[in-house]
């Protein structure tokens, strides 16, 4: 997912985005770093002094690539190189050979992939998830991740205090509106009321299924975790409410070049 704004007179749309949605899903989005002596990475909080860093991504915009590099920035960490144009798997190929030795990805390719690849024969170390924050700013922390802290913990862990700061409210903006939205499934326009609360039902009662959570956390590492709809109205509303102190930032680290 890309981090652009969802509305825009300019386009002509084939939906309306600022109706109630039907459905919104949470997936969890983590970091890894590669172990070597060449950054000096021997454990996670090594992060803090390592030095050489490449951290490989996919375009600026890309969620992937801020998650980290907000986290880089509200940790301290500004000394690095950054190397776009790859997607997770690249970005992993890349990091195997040591071309780069940071990235992030979606936790279904992080279980399937980085996890029984590098980290389980220490070739790499996770650092930390990034949770879902709810419109109330509430952080959800995820009961099936405990092979590494969210950021929030880990910032915690190293500072010795709450983060804060205007790259600590982007870097929760952006995982309220794309944390919560990675999956989300809008009615087109005049949907009758009736169609939409039964999808609606259909999608709440698959959710519900034993049988689809162990599947799915067979397949991903995670079950389901879907946004009710009154949160999700409320996370749409604020697409058009983001502090313009978050936008300026964002806009900003989009456009710088490391």
């Not at 803090?48 to 991504?57: C, Q, R, W």
């Not at 609606?200 to 959570?213: H, L, N, S, T």
């Not at 995670?222 to 058009?240: L, Q, S, T, W, Y």
Request: charged share 25%; glycine share 6%; net charge positive.
């Amino acid at each position: 997912m890309d981090l652009v704004r969802i509305r825009s007179r300019n386009v002509p749309r084939r939906f309306d985005e600022t109706s109630p949605p039907l459905i919104l899903q949470s997936t969890p989005r983590m970091s890894y770093i590669r172990t070597d002596d060449v950054t000096g990475v021997k454990s996670r909080n090594d992060l803090m002094t390592a030095k050489n860093l490449k951290l490989g991504g996919n375009r600026p915009n890309s969620v992937l690539d801020l998650s980290i590099r907000i986290s880089l920035e509200l940790l301290g960490i500004n000394k690095y190189v950054y190397v776009p144009g790859l997607n997770p798997p690249k970005a992993f190929a890349a990091l195997q050979r040591g071309e780069v030795n940071l990235t992030t990805a979606g936790i279904n390719f992080y279980r399937a992939r980085v996890q029984k690849n590098l980290v389980d024969n220490g070739k790499a170390l996770p650092l930390f998830y990034y949770p879902t924050v709810r419109t109330d700013g509430t952080l959800v922390k995820s009961p099936h991740i405990k092979d590494m802290p969210s950021i929030y913990e880990f910032y915690k862990e190293v500072k010795g205090k709450e983060p804060s700061g205007v790259s600590w409210e982007a870097l929760k903006w952006m995982n309220m509106v794309t944390g919560a939205m990675i999956y989300t499934s809008f009615a087109p326009p005049g949907t009758p009321e009736e169609a939409v609360q039964a999808l609606r039902i259909g999608f709440q009662k698959a959710v519900a299924d034993p049988e689809f959570a162990k599947q799915s956390l067979k397949i991903i590492g995670i079950p389901p975790e879907f946004v009710d709809v009154k949160e999700g109205e409320a996370i749409v509303r604020n697409v058009d409410k983001v502090d313009p102190k978050v936008v300026e930032y964002l806009s900003n680290l989009m456009n710088k070049k490391k």
